[in-house]
């Protein structure tokens, strides 16, 4: 059964990718059958509820297929694994209160004090897990535990204010205490370009090289789409990029944009950031939203009800840097007046809507937003012309879900679109209707849209 089991995942491989078997299909084992029972095992708890929620299906209608039989399964999360404990818990559904955040696990104390780059605030066990960043934080975790064999180089891409940032230095702080020999960089793309624009002025070039390549075995890189069209600094860096990868040191970047939507930055260089796992971080849904809100309001020491959480909650959707900081533009101005802080006065101080108020009805330019925000996407390129699968499978969501939500006829919808013809918008409902029905993850992520377009008060704002 066993040779069946490989067999049937190994089947499966030319219809969800390599990258795709490799994280998610190749690490679940199976340890024993009793019956049609099967017994399997994943490395985490994470793991193992991604399997269940996204491939579990496909894989047992593979393995119905070449053995005509029809199997349940029980999957047991292997002991001792440092990543089910160690990666950030999810948020507990409300209204309950989440739980505190475990400490970071203990370490023996490194006698090398860590980067200086590196921000003491931005750790693994301070990081709010939700459903848009659950794959970046446990890739970056991974990372941090096993750098360089695992997901190497990690790319993680979404828009301002979302964790990357927070992610790229927990990486680092986990490597230099768990292992305090390893020499880690961590610079800002911009920061990469002043020191090689320096380094030519100056004639510096050894010690440059010698900073990224020689003396170098962990490279943090934030922003790297600072760098497109700058061609020497380009150069400079697929340079040093081929020599830490082919020493297999890890090298994690970030960007605004996934590396094919990065205008002006070299196909080589392209081609080797997707050369291994490539995460997104979308905005924090409300739950997400509640329990960082939780979290801050714990750690500055704000005395905030549950209510007016959730309120604020769906008052700020953008990003967690946002939302964080209008807790504390709040909290201020009511200590400062010396009043309560109260869903009211988060309306008056942010311009939100009155608590219990009707949200206004669902407008297709609060559709193209939404979507937009949730594919770290412009809405001008849903309305353009481009056919890039980035960009056009998003444009039929929007439209889709724009003919589901406001009744607009597919002519308005299409002229909505950039002057679209009322076919296009048509097809692409048609086409987004029949794909949900084989595919889980799509209908999911419609599902998700629809839901925070007809429930969050702020999502027409």
Request: hydrophobic share 40%; proline share 7%; glycine share 6%.
């Amino acid at each position: 059964m066993t040779d069946i089991w490989s067999e049937a995942l190994q089947g499966l491989q030319p219809r969800l990718g390599a990258q795709t078997y490799d994280l998610w299909l190749r690490p679940i084992a199976l340890r024993q059958v009793s019956g049609t029972r099967l017994h399997l095992t994943a490395p985490n708890r994470f793991m193992k509820e991604w399997f269940e929620n996204h491939y579990l299906g496909v894989v047992l209608d593979e393995l119905r297929a070449r053995t005509d039989q029809i199997f349940d399964v029980e999957i047991e999360v292997l002991p001792g694994d440092p990543g089910t404990s160690a990666l950030p818990a999810a948020p507990t559904p409300l209204p309950l209160r989440p739980a505190p955040a475990a400490p970071p696990p203990k370490i023996s104390s490194p006698l090398v004090a860590p980067p200086p780059q590196l921000s003491g605030r931005y750790r693994f066990h301070n990081f709010i897990k939700g459903a848009g960043n659950e794959l970046a934080a446990s890739a970056a975790w991974a990372a941090a535990h096993e750098p360089g064999t695992r997901f190497n180089p990690l790319f993680i891409y979404g828009g301002v204010g979302l964790g990357k940032t927070h992610l790229l230095h927990a990486i680092g702080h986990h490597i230099h205490a768990a292992r305090p020999e390893q020499r880690i960089v961590y610079q800002s793309a911009e920061r990469f370009m002043n020191e090689f624009i320096a380094a030519v002025r100056f004639n510096q070039f050894d010690e440059f090289r010698a900073r990224y390549r020689e003396q170098c075995d962990v490279l943090l890189i934030d922003d790297i789409q600072f760098i497109a069209g700058r061609d020497r600094t380009m150069d400079e860096f697929f340079h040093v990029f081929n020599v830490l990868y082919e020493a297999e040191k890890q090298i994690v970047v970030t960007s605004d944009r996934m590396p094919s939507e990065m205008q002006g930055m070299e196909d080589r260089l392209i081609s080797r950031l997707n050369w291994g796992l490539v995460a997104d971080i979308k905005p924090p849904d409300l739950e997400t939203r509640v329990a960082i809100l939780r979290q801050k309001a714990a750690h500055d020491h704000i005395n905030i009800a549950d209510e007016v959480t959730l309120h604020l909650a769906n008052v700020v959707r953008s990003n967690v840097r946002e939302l964080e900081g209008s807790l504390v533009r709040v909290s201020t101005f009511a200590a400062l007046k010396n009043v309560p802080i109260t869903c009211e006065f988060v309306s008056e101080m942010l311009g939100g809507p009155a608590p219990n108020a009707q949200p206004p009805p669902v407008s297709i330019e609060s559709v193209q937003k939404v979507v937009a925000t949730h594919f770290s996407v412009r809405i001008a390129d849903l309305k353009g012309p481009r056919r890039h699968q980035g960009i056009s499978r998003p444009r039929m969501i929007a439209m889709y879900l724009s003919r589901q939500l406001t009744g607009a006829s597919f002519p308005e919808i299409g002229l909505r679109f950039g002057g679209k013809d009322h076919s296009t918008v048509i097809n692409a409902c048609k086409r987004i209707d029949s794909i949900q029905n084989d595919d889980r993850e799509l209908r999911a992520t419609v599902d998700t849209l629809r839901r925070q377009l007809t429930s969050d008060t702020g999502a027409t704002s």
